[in-house]
């Protein structure tokens, strides 16, 4: 079961779309495993999946440099990337876990980064 929790509006890249606002979030994501741990590609998609159902955009491009383990408190950061180049970072923290089951907050960054020329 996947919940989603609205705590703080932050400013999206204006070229991912003008004037749309990115909010953080929280995801629950079930694990197979004794020690619950979320792969980094898994992770990139429920956080892309998270982001495009609070603003109500389209899904954006997310990586996740590593696994999310489930222990509460451990947390990764993550990067969206827009068309044009520019990326925002977004904070990844482990809130709780019930068993397999790994509940986290999402946490986009105030500011984004410009493109790389």
Same mark, same amino acid.
């Given at each position: ?23 953080? +979030? ?18 990139? $998609? ?14 954006? #491009? &997310?990586? +996740? ?8 408190? #451990? $947390?990764?950061? +993550? ?12 904070? &990844? $923290? ?8 790994? #509940? ?14």
């Amino acid at each position: 079961m996947t919940t989603t929790r609205l705590s703080a509006a932050t400013p999206i890249l204006s070229a991912v779309a003008a004037g749309v606002l990115l909010v953080g +979030c929280s995801a629950s994501v079930s694990v197979e495993k004794s020690t619950p741990k979320l792969s980094a590609d898994k992770l990139a $998609t429920v956080v892309a999946e998270k982001l495009a159902a609070t603003t109500g955009q389209p899904k954006p #491009n &997310v990586a +996740c440099p590593e696994d999310l383990v489930g222990k509460v408190g #451990n $947390t990764t950061r +993550c990067k969206l990337t827009a068309d044009d180049g520019s990326t925002l970072g977004v904070s &990844v $923290t482990v809130s709780s876990v019930d068993g397999d089951q790994i #509940n986290f907050d999402v946490k986009a960054d105030d500011t984004a980064s410009p493109a790389a020329n």
